[in-house]
Nanobody
Framework: QVQLVESGGGLVQAGGSLRLSCAASGGYIEGYHMKWFRQAPGKEREFVAAHSTSGGYYYTDSTRARFDISRDNAKNTVYLQIHTLKPEDTAVYYC??????????????????WGQGTQVTVSS
C-alpha cells in the first residue's frame, strides 16, 4: 500500500507563499485521487483540495482562489501551492490518497492512506 510523507511546512509571514509536497512510496499515486486536508488547533479536519485520477481539480469556495493542487506522476509526488497566506491558514496539512467514487472527492471518509502531516504557521 502506498505511503505518504509531507514536507514543506514551516513558519511564514502573512502574505507569503508556500509549496507543500507529498511524496509517495510503496505504490504509485497515478491510481489514486490525491487530496489535501488541514486541521487547525481546536477545529475539525477540513478538506482543502483534490486532484482526481481523471484530472479534475476540486476546491472549496474558501480555498479556490489561493490554493493550487498539482501532481507529478513521474515523481510520484503531489503538491499544494498556497498563495497570499493568512494567519487563519495556520494548521497541520495532511496529504491523503483515495479510491472512492468521485462524488466523495471532498470527503475524508473514503481516504485509505494518510500522511503524517506538516505544520504550517502563518504569523501576522
Amino acid at each position: 500500500q502506498v505511503q505518504l510523507v509531507e514536507s514543506g511546512g514551516g513558519l511564514v509571514q502573512a502574505g507569503g507563499s508556500l509549496r507543500l509536497s507529498c511524496a509517495a512510496s510503496g505504490g504509485y499515486i497515478e491510481g489514486y485521487h490525491m487530496k489535501w486536508f488541514r486541521q487547525a488547533p481546536g477545529k475539525e479536519r477540513e478538506f482543502v483540495a483534490a486532484h482526481s485520477t481523471s484530472g479534475g481539480y476540486y476546491y472549496t469556495d474558501s480555498t479556490r482562489a489561493r490554493f493550487d493542487i498539482s501532481r507529478d506522476n513521474a515523481k510520484n509526488t503531489v503538491y499544494l501551492q498556497i498563495h497570499t497566506l493568512k494567519p487563519e491558514d495556520t494548521a497541520v496539512y495532511y496529504c491523503a490518497a483515495d479510491t472512492g467514487p468521485i462524488w466523495t472527492i471532498r470527503d475524508s471518509g473514503t481516504v485509505i492512506v494518510w500522511g503524517q502531516g506538516t505544520q504550517v504557521t502563518v504569523s501576522s
